[in-house]
């Protein structure tokens, strides 16, 4: 595993080293000895997946809050996303900055998100499936949105009209959210 440092303090793309012959493909897509080695000490919880019919469909920017917090490692493992990384630490120096990194069951990379950061991804092939594990279990109670256009965060998502959630519809804007983390 190939660990790829971002413009964002402690989010990381993953690159798996594939073993490949004319039968398929096999990598290896979590190791807690290779994370470990990488110097990304986070023990996973939970296991999520996630499927989306439709090129499109957005969904986000999520996140929990407090003690409930999740740091994320999410693959895509059929069809192609952008996926969308949002510091919403007050204290760091890259608070309001995001990233957008392409994912794909083709390339197989991975990217961790640490907590303290709103997640979303737009899917911009049909039938896309996300596998993702997190660090702490979820809790309804402490899930949060913040509006995937919100001018304070300005996430170019390209043109189009995007497939939303109603949760997503509604959430509010980040200065009307209780999201921020110290």
Known sequence: MEKIVTSLDGVFIIEPKVFG???GWFYESYSAGEFKRLGIDTVFVQDNRS??????TLRGLHCQRGDAAQAKLVSCTRGEIIDVAVDIRFSSPTFLKH????LSAANKRMLYIPRGFLHGFLTVSDDVELLYKAD?????????????????????????????????????FLKDSDVLFD
């Not at 499927?51 to 499109?56: I, L, M, N, R, V």
């Not at 990233?99 to 392409?102: D, E, K, M, R």
């Not at 304070?152 to 959630?165: K, Q, T, Y």
């Open 136 to 172: 702490n279990l979820y809790s309804p109670a402490d899930d949060r949105s913040v509006r995937f256009d919100d001018p304070a965060i300005g996430i170019d998502w390209g043109e189009g009209d995007f497939i939303l959630s109603q949760k997503d519809k509604n959430a509010p």
């Open 99 to 102: 990233i957008a990194v392409s």
């Open 21 to 23: 012959d004319e039968r």
């Open 51 to 56: 499927f989306s019919a439709t090129k499109g």
